[in-house]
């Protein structure tokens, strides 16, 4: 059993920076790809990024590229979020998301889901 706890989240003003942290419990950090998810008020939730188990493969949607960087930090069991130049429309509750070996953009395709964080930005 995989579990994870999301934290680093709270209120920034809009251009701010975030760091979000996503530890993870049990002996098999190294062979999970790792995933962020979002879901704002009144929507769906959607991707973020992704990481694969060894760090070598990261995935980004467009509304974030350039301005998020997901890492991983395999000795800590603990993947990041940096999130930076940051926008009113990036408030949501933001989710880990692990499965073994290779990130997804697809949410099916993760067995482990933290319970979220908040992130607001102010404009």
């Known amino acids: 059993q995989v579990q994870l706890v999301e934290s680093g989240g709270g209120l920034v003003q809009a251009g701010g920076s975030l760091r979000l942290s996503c530890a993870t419990s049990?002996?098999?950090?190294?062979?999970?790809?790792m995933g962020w998810f979002r879901q704002a008020p009144g929507k769906d939730r959607e991707f973020v990024a992704a990481?694969?188990?060894?760090?070598?493969?990261?995935y980004y949607a467009d509304s974030v590229k350039g301005r998020f960087t997901i890492s991983r930090d395999n000795a800590k069991n603990t993947v990041y979020l940096q999130m930076d130049s940051l926008k009113p429309e990036d408030t949501a509750l933001y989710y880990c998301a692990a499965r073994f070996f290779d990130g997804s953009l697809r949410q099916s395709d993760y067995n482990y889901w933290g319970q979220g964080t908040q992130v607001t930005v102010s404009s």
């Open positions: 990481i694969s188990w060894g760090g070598g493969r990261t």
């Open positions: 049990g002996r098999t950090f190294n062979s999970l790809g």
